[in-house]
């Protein structure tokens, strides 16, 4: 059970902006998706492990609630065996009173460690899932930036074959190659101009002066 933990341990302690960058850095999501499965193999074990020790203190449990009614039994015998003068009975149920005292305290010992355990691997297993959740997040986010890239990669290779185009010296070829960087330039102004306008919508809907005024105030008040 401890190499299992030492193992989800490390896996939670793992530096998750260094495989980012590194994925970043070979354009490849190799070492998420490593990481990944990982965690997910990892979850599996700690879930098995988890519902075997669950099991297992409920059936210490059991057992320690058998033997606590036992004891209250024979504790009750004892008194009535001696109320009778039953010596040799009362001794014969203080030593089966004892050696139940024993197990009792015994099952207490092991119920108290298996809680501990099971609530380890519990712990252990809600900080796993939100790593988990957290890399899958990323690396939803990853493959777009990786994707973002090979388009950039595209753009430029298309403009550099522009380049060559127009310093080709083919008059055609040339006329072409402009009026293709004059539909990029119109597209990009287009896009610039939405933008702008858009921060403008977002001014007027959120009412910016007033927000900006009222955040001025509460820093005078703050004394800042």
């Known amino acids: ?35 990944i499965r990982q965690v997910e193999d990892q979850l599996e074990n700690l879930g098995d492990a988890a519902a075997t020790i669950g ?12 033997h606590e009614h036992k004891a209250m039994e024979l504790d009750k015998a004892i008194d009535a065996f001696l109320l009778e003068g039953n010596e040799s009975a009362a001794v014969a149920a203080q030593s089966r009173l004892n050696s139940a005292q024993q197990l009792i305290e015994t099952y207490k010992g092991q119920s108290a460690r298996m809680d501990e355990e099971y609530r380890k691997l519990l712990d252990a297993k809600v900080k796993l899932e939100a790593r988990l959740a957290t890399m899958k997040q990323q690396r939803v986010e990853l493959q777009s930036l990786l994707e973002l890239a090979k388009s950039k990669e595209i753009v430029v290779k ?14 055609d070829v040339s006329r072409v190659a402009q009026g293709i960087y004059a539909r990029l330039d119109k597209a990009t102004a287009a896009v610039e101009i939405r933008a702008a306008s858009l921060d403008e919508q977002m001014d007027r809907v959120l009412d910016r002066d007033q927000v900006n005024a009222q955040l001025a105030e509460r820093k005078k008040k703050l004394g800042k």
């Open 55 to 66: 099991g297992e203190i409920k059936s210490i449990k059991r057992k320690l609630d058998e």
């Open 158 to 171: 298309s403009i550099k074959g522009l380049d060559d185009l127009m310093g080709s010296g083919d008059s």
């Open 1 to 35: 059970m401890a190499t299992l933990l030492e193992k989800v341990t490390t896996l939670i302690s793992a530096n998750l902006h260094a495989m980012v960058d590194q994925a970043l850095k070979t354009n490849s999501l190799a070492v998420i998706d490593q990481y």
